[in-house]
Structures are given as structure tokens and as C-alpha cells.
């Protein structure tokens, strides 16, 4: 297993001194310091990690027409004041299917059509917006509610 946070030593000869996390976890968050000792002196930098999550209730699979809910989290320190969502780009507009509430989607009965590409942006007090995305799969099936199928008597039907 390859450790999630690294330096790549070969870079800190060029001067880049990154730090890379790798998967990021809201756990990550807070405030980094870098310090570099170079003919005697020292030179730091500091760096705050703001980690922003979407998580998904039930978790995975999700199976078409049972009810799940997208929740959006970050580390950003000032009030919430405004969460939106958006759906493959568009905005989503709560409705009697997607209930918006605290800053988390509520879909009652999902079906095929609301798989994709989820992003939930918020916006603070501070005027801040920060957005994060989710890529939802929905377990069901793609196709007519009630098809129709006909075949000639005597003949098989699949």
C-alpha cells in the first residue's frame, strides 16, 4: 500500500518543496507549515487545507425509486448562508422530488435520469464559494415503465 501523503524527493533540488495528500480526507484539514534550513537561515511558508466533502446516504448502490440524500460538508470557518445544487450543469430546483435541507438533496424516488454528475456549491458569509462534485450511479432499469412486448404465437418472447 503507497502512503497517502508524499514528497517527492527529486523536486526538492528544483526548490519545490509540495506536499501531496492523496486520496484527501476531511480528517486533512487545517493549517500546514513547510520549513526549509538553507545557509543558515531558515524560510517557512504556511498553507491552510480546506477540505469540502459530498457523501451519499445510503452509500452505494443506489437502486432506482429508493429514497438516498446528498449531503455537502467543508472545513470553511464562516456561516453557511446559501447551499445550490446542480445537475449534470443545471441548476436544480427543489420541487416535490428534490428537497433541499441544512445544505443536503433529499431525492424521494430517484429513477435513471438523476444519475450523473452531481455539484453542490456553497456559499459563505465571508462571500467565499466553494463546490464540490459527485458522480452518481443509479442501479435500475434504463427504458419504458410498462414496455410492451409482442410476439407471434408459437414463437418465443425474450
Do not use: K
Amino acid at each position: 500500500m503507497r502512503p497517502r501523503v508524499s514528497i517527492q524527493a527529486s523536486a526538492l533540488r528544483n526548490g519545490n518543496f509540495s506536499l501531496r495528500i492523496d486520496p484527501v480526507r476531511s480528517e486533512d484539514a487545517g493549517l500546514y507549515e513547510a520549513q526549509v534550513a538553507y545557509n543558515m537561515g531558515i524560510q517557512s511558508c504556511q498553507v491552510e487545507l480546506g477540505v469540502i466533502t459530498v457523501t451519499l446516504s445510503p452509500p452505494s448502490p443506489v437502486v432506482e425509486n429508493e429514497p438516498l440524500l446528498l449531503s455537502c460538508n467543508s472545513s470553511h470557518r464562516a456561516s453557511l448562508m446559501e447551499t445550490r445544487w446542480f445537475h449534470n450543469g443545471h441548476l436544480v430546483p427543489t420541487s416535490g422530488t428534490f428537497f433541499s435541507l441544512h445544505g443536503a438533496l433529499s431525492i424521494l424516488r430517484p429513477s435513471m435520469s438523476d444519475a450523473g454528475s452531481w455539484r453542490c456549491q456553497l456559499r459563505y458569509s465571508d462571500n467565499v464559494i466553494i463546490s464540490a462534485t459527485y458522480n452518481l450511479q443509479i442501479l435500475g432499469f434504463d427504458g419504458p415503465a410498462n414496455p410492451v412486448v409482442y410476439a407471434a404465437a408459437g414463437s418465443t418472447a425474450d
